[in-house]
């Protein structure tokens, strides 16, 4: 099982960003999928995930009306919109299957998001 994640970068507060995880080595459309966040001296939250088929999308509070998650079983690959940005948004954003491997699932390599002026 491979997770890359991609789209990280900095941006001012108020952008936006779409962040990319491709998948591999599993049948991608089976499973749900989440995007985690650690920021700079707190704990890993979930921030945001989306049922196999995509028609079931859950975000946490922080980000509720600002990121969309999304997936294309096609192509291997579940994004994140993220709008409206904030300081509070800078992390480094990670890619997980919840439901598939090891306790906690599998983990991408993440990419750092850095929302400053």
């Known amino acids: 099982v491979q997770l890359v994640e991609s789209g990280g970068g900095l941006v001012q507060p108020g952008g936006s960003l779409r962040l990319s995880c491709a998948a591999s080595?599993?049948?991608?459309?089976?499973?749900?999928m989440s995007w985690y966040r650690q920021g700079p001296g707190k704990e890993r939250e979930l921030v945001a995930t989306?049922?196999?088929?995509?028609?079931?999308?859950n975000y946490a509070d922080s980000v509720k009306g600002r990121f969309t998650i999304s997936r294309v079983n096609a192509k291997n690959t579940v994004y994140l919109q993220m709008n409206s940005l904030k300081p509070d948004d800078t992390a480094v954003y990670y890619c997980?299957?919840?439901?598939?491997?090891?306790?906690?699932?599998?983990w991408g390599q993440g990419t750092q998001v850095t929302v400053s002026s």
């Open positions: 997980n299957t919840p439901t598939l491997g090891p306790a906690g699932g599998y």
């Open positions: 080595g599993f049948t991608f459309s089976n499973y749900g």
């Open positions: 989306i049922s196999s088929a995509g028609g079931i999308r």
